[in-house]
Structures are given as structure tokens and as C-alpha cells.
């Protein structure tokens, strides 16, 4: 087991972050929030495929106006993102969200921040500070020749402490950068700093393939060494498929039971069907799966000779062969099938676990 690195505890809504809980998956619509009905469709999407807590840009007074109605039907946690305008911030609190995401460092004079905290005060809601080093406070900038470690965590404490100021503790911290190199020892250097909860993530991480191996590098890297109690796998384009990925990595490290796992060869000489097209439609089909209270396996083996035993622990699984293949439960052959007809019996048999396991 890793070591975690024990935070202050911060509550958003009904999901606790910090305090040994577990870590937190969450993300942000990129839907334009003053269009409800589609922000909700997303919240919703993002919810059943394991998001835990939803940010949503609040970029004017429509914007905020709209978050009442979207925090009361949404099933997630919902934190309203905020810059420069304190007025935004107090009314998106007046609706009844469940988090800030604001720089109080950013909103203007004192008086603005006290406004703000007298607001969060009064509901207990959380503020999370979002260091981004793509927009570093110019004189820091200036100070330290360029976005650097130094310059990210003086404006996270300066924000830090404008919040301790005015007598209130209650906020999470981000130092996100592109660079996999500086967000890393960005949040290394802070953790030894503070012990708010930190929010991980890499920022513009890109598509999917540079944003998996980044933000695979860069948060798996930090929660390896106990650091970080809440992520974002940013990833160019639609945010639910942001989720698979941050649960992938949870998994991957031992933090997080997965609920779904599909195993497949990786093919070799003995492949006799058009295995890639079959793993890859089984993934879909489990990507669509309701959360399941025991962890469902299913393996998609190349070949009847080693599938089977190779896949042993997969609850399902088929092994493809020439014109037929097989079906098999715990490594245990139950049919043996034309190869058309694998696919649809492996789906029937995962649709009978998930009526049995599903956690309504
Ligand atoms: Fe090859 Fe069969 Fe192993 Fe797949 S399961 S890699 S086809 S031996």
C-alpha cells in the first residue's frame, strides 16, 4: 500500500477530499453553461462513467444564474470556476453550489475577498486555489525569468494566505502546468508547505495520446509518492472520456478497486480472428457498464490453445480459433461457438452479472 501524505479533510457537497479519503475523480464540462439542459446531459454522462465532483466555467452573470437549476438536478458535487469577478463568485454561491475554483489574489481589492469568504463562510463551501503556470502573476513572472517551481508555489501560498487572513480554511490547492517536469516539483515543493488536500493534474495535456501519457506520468508520479487527494485528467475534446483514464491510474497504483477490467492477448502467430476489433467492442460495451458492488474480468484471447489458461482469473472470456471459439467462465470452457456468435454470447453472459451486481 502507498504511503499517503494525511490532509486536511474539505467537504464538497456529499464527496469528502482530503483527510485520508479516497482520492477523488473529477472533471469539467465543456458545455456552455448557461445551456442547462445540455450541461446536465454531460454531468450526467460524466457521473455514470465514475466521475465524483464536476467543475463548470461561470463566465457571466447568465452563467451563474443558470447554476441553481443545474446544481439541484445534478447527481455530482458541482464547483463553480470563477475568475476576476467576485460578484460571480457570491452569486454562484446564492445558487447554491458546492465548491469554488477562484484565485482570491485575482478578484481585486480586499474588501472583494472578504465579501467572497463571507459568502463560503456562511454555506462552509470549499475554495480551491488553481495555480496555473500558463498564467502566472506578471511580476512573478518577472521575478523569476518565466513560469518556474518558485514562481508557482509564491502565488499559491499568496493566495493561500489571503484566504488564512481573513480566518478561513477551508480550500483545496492546484499547481498545474503543461510541462510534466515543473507541475511535479511544483507539488512536491508545496506539500511539504501546507496541508490543505491537493488537487493533481496536468493542464493542457492534449489529445488523447499525449494527455494519457502525461497526466499518467505526471499524477501517477505524485500519487506514487503519497502526494495528491484529488485529480483531473485533462484531455482535449469530450470530458467523459477523461474518466476511464484517471480510474485507470488510481487502478493501476492500487488506489482505486476497478469495478471493470477487460484483459486481451496481444496477439501473436496463433491469432486466427480479428482480435483488436473484438477487445475493442467488448471495451466499449464495459465502458458503458452501472457501477457493480464486485469487480467484474473478462478477458478476449486469440487463440482456444493458451486463452483460457492465460485468462484464468477473468470471470468471462472467449478464445477466438478458426471458424468457431470458445467461450469460458473462471477458466472453465461453458460453450463452444461459430466465431460469429462469440461477441453476443460474451455480452449476454456480462449483461447477467451486471442484473445481478448492479448497485442501483
Ligand atoms: Fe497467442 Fe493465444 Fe496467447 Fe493470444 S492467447 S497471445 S493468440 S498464444
Not at 496481444?266 to 469487480?295: F, M, N
Not at 454470447?345 to 448492479?358: M, N, P
Request: aromatic content about 2%; glycine content about 10%.
Amino acid at each position: 500500500m502507498l504511503q499517503r501524505k494525511l490532509t486536511k479533510a474539505v467537504q464538497v457537497g456529499s464527496v469528502t477530499v482530503g483527510g485520508g479519503n479516497p482520492i477523488v475523480v473529477q472533471s469539467m464540462t465543456n458545455t456552455d453553461t448557461r445551456d442547462i439542459d445540455s450541461t446536465l446531459a454531460q454531468i450526467h454522462a460524466l457521473a455514470k462513467v465514475g466521475c465524483e465532483i464536476v467543475r463548470l466555467a461561470v463566465l457571466d452573470e447568465d452563467a451563474a444564474n443558470a447554476l441553481h437549476q443545474i446544481t439541484i438536478a445534478s447527481p455530482l458535487p458541482v464547483i463553480a470556476d470563477i475568475h476576476f469577478d467576485y460578484r460571480l463568485a457570491i452569486k454562484a454561491v446564492e445558487q447554491g453550489i458546492h465548491g469554488l475554483r477562484l484565485n482570491p489574489g485575482n478578484i481585486g481589492a480586499r474588501w472583494k475577498v472578504q465579501e467572497v469568504v463571507r459568502a463560503v463562510r456562511e454555506k462552509e463551501l470549499p475554495i480551491r486555489i488553481g495555480v496555473n503556470a500558463g498564467s502566472l502573476e506578471k511580476e512573478l513572472l518577472e521575478k523569476y525569468g518565466g513560469p518556474t517551481v518558485e514562481g508557482m508555489v509564491e502565488s499559491a501560498l499568496g493566495h493561500i494566505h489571503l484566504l488564512e487572513e481573513e480566518g478561513y480554511d477551508k480550500m483545496k490547492v492546484s499547481l498545474k502546468a503543461s510541462s510534466v517536469p515543473l507541475m511535479l516539483e511544483a507539488y512536491r515543493r508545496i506539500h511539504h508547505l501546507i496541508d490543505y488536500p491537493l488537487h493533481l493534474g496536468v493542464t493542457e495535456a492534449g489529445t488523447v495520446r499525449s494527455g494519457v501519457v502525461k497526466s499518467a506520468i505526471g499524477i501517477g508520479t505524485l500519487l506514487a509518492e503519497g502526494i495528491g487527494d484529488t485529480l483531473r485528467v485533462s484531455l482535449t475534446g469530450d470530458p467523459v472520456r477523461e474518466i476511464p483514464v484517471a480510474l485507470e491510474i488510481l487502478h493501476v497504483l492500487g488506489l482505486r478497486q476497478r469495478s471493470v477490467e477487460l484483459i486481451s492477448c496481444p496477439t501473436c502467430g496463433r491469432t486466427q480472428v480479428d482480435l483488436a476489433d473484438l477487445a475493442e467492442k467488448v471495451e466499449e460495451r464495459l465502458a458503458e457498464l452501472p457501477p457493480l458492488d464486485k469487480p467484474l474480468k473478462v478477458a478476449v484471447m486469440g487463440c482456444a490453445v493458451n486463452g483460457p489458461g492465460e485468462a484464468r482469473e477473468a470471470d468471462y472470456g472467449i478464445a477466438g480459433g478458426k471458424g468457431m471459439g470458445l467461450l469460458f467462465r473462471k477458466g472453465q470452457i461453458i460453450a463452444r461457438l461459430p466465431e460469429a456468435e462469440l461477441l453476443e454470447a460474451l455480452l449476454r453472459e456480462i449483461e447477467e452479472y451486471v442484473l445481478a451486481h448492479q448497485i442501483i
